[in-house]
């Protein structure tokens, strides 16, 4: 009896264990599947080509680098998934809430910037989220920097017209380390009206004053951006046109605006210096003006100009001095919609020859008007880097999936669950 009841107690203290050990399991099991089986990383960078469609990337290849041609640098990235882009309230989103949709994880009504309108609470944006992590943070764009896309990671508004409301938020409120882009006008209102046409609220002093005293440094110039960058400033806010910054295509040797790759490398300049790392945003915000405007000589420069930017980011990944930072990096390039329905048309029977716009035929979906719209159709996300991959029982980027996931995408690698 005593020998049968050592082994029943032991079988028992057996089967407890397995017990234990499959709680274990399946509470890690569980965890791993919340978190994806995601690596954490330090950095992210997030790249927006605003309005940018498949054929955008195929005509500007062609362009650049003929039929046969290599792949343009955002095609090397090691992840390509589908992006679905329609919005809270409508097939066809714009920008606020299709950016509100990466920066704060939710949908929200066109015309919202990461605000409901019907005063439901919301996110904080996947920037003010990175500052609690003492990671230093930043915005670039080529439009206004209080434009819809820009605004949605720095910014909380039901009205995306209100955008000296939303410079009053970047220098007051959420206050991101590198602010660069267009829109000096946006920062300085007339101080005889606390409200614009639009109903929004006017600060009613110029706010690139206010953010000097705050301990930003204020530059209009490349010179004067490089010129901080080399001095060792920490808070940079760069307002290079009084609206949308020069268009790629209308460039000239002696401009003193910025290329999109000149900010993104003295925002990366800037912000690598943190050792919690970083998130920054990029916008090539004209590659939408272009085929708003159904300009295909705009539409390619922008293009290429935003792939300038990417091809920056890669090498500032790649460096051979710095082995982690690929490992640390997460970079998504996701456009917001696509615009125009833009599609290559021709030349049948003839083949396109590289750097000839002429012989390839553009074509947009809205025939007879002198400006084509935004479209509904899914986009192209381009990845690399923590939680892009599949693993265990997480999926990836790779595959079909709604704008909102990117929020918890990037919260993942940041170690926010």
Not at 325 to 343: Q, S, V
Request: aromatic share 8%; charged share 20%.
């Amino acid at each position: 009896m005593h020998y049968k009841n050592k082994n029943k107690k032991v079988l028992q203290a057996v089967m407890a264990t397995i017990v234990i050990v499959v709680v274990i399991v399946i509470s890690f099991a569980a965890s791993a599947f919340a978190s994806g089986f995601m690596d954490k990383g330090k950095n992210i960078i997030f790249m927006v080509p605003d309005g940018m469609g498949h054929a955008n990337v195929t005509a500007a290849r062609i362009y650049k680098n003929g039929l046969d041609g290599k792949p343009l640098n955002l095609e090397s990235l090691e992840t390509i998934g589908i992006q679905k882009t329609y919005s809270k309230n409508s097939t066809i989103t714009d920008s606020a809430p299709a950016a509100s949709a990466w920066a704060c994880g939710e949908k929200f009504n066109n015309g919202e910037i990461c605000k409901h309108s019907e005063g439901l609470p919301n996110n904080r944006t996947i920037l003010e989220l990175a500052k609690q992590k003492k990671k230093s943070t930043g915005i670039v764009a080529t439009s206004q920097i209080t434009h819809a896309t820009p605004a949605a990671f720095a910014a909380h508004v039901t009205n995306r017209n209100c955008q000296n409301e939303i410079a009053r938020q970047y220098i007051m409120e959420t206050k991101p380390d590198v602010i660069l882009g267009g829109g000096r006008q946006k920062f300085d209102t007339d101080p005889a009206t606390d409200r614009d046409s639009n109903g929004c609220p006017q600060y009613g002093e110029d706010l690139a004053e206010v953010a000097q005293r705050k301990g930003y440094s204020f530059v209009r110039t490349t010179n004067e951006m490089e010129d901080a960058v080399n001095q060792g400033k920490t808070k940079l806010l760069g307002l290079f046109s009084d609206a949308g910054m020069t268009p790629a295509y209308l460039r000239h040797p002696g401009t003193t605006e910025p290329t999109l790759a000149g900010m993104t490398q003295a925002a990366l300049q800037i912000l690598e210096n943190n050792p919690r790392g970083f998130f920054l945003m990029v916008e090539g915000s004209q590659i939408d003006w272009a085929n708003h405007a159904k300009n295909f000589e705009y539409q390619v420069g922008d293009v290429l100009a935003f792939d300038d930017a990417v091809g920056l980011v890669l090498n500032w990944i790649d460096d051979a001095g710095h082995p982690d930072r690929k490992r640390n990096t997460l970079l998504i390039i996701a456009p917001d919609h696509e615009t125009g329905g833009f599609a290559i048309n021709g030349p049948y029977g003839a083949l396109s020859t590289a750097g000839d716009l002429i012989t390839i035929q553009a074509g947009w979906t809205f025939p007879g008007s002198e400006e084509a719209n935004h479209t509904g159709g899914d986009v192209i996300v381009y990845s690399q880097g923590p939680g892009t991959k599949a693993r265990g029982t997480y999926p990836g980027l790779g595959r079909l999936f709604d704008n909102t996931e990117l929020y918890g995408v990037m919260k993942n690698a940041m170690g926010i669950n």
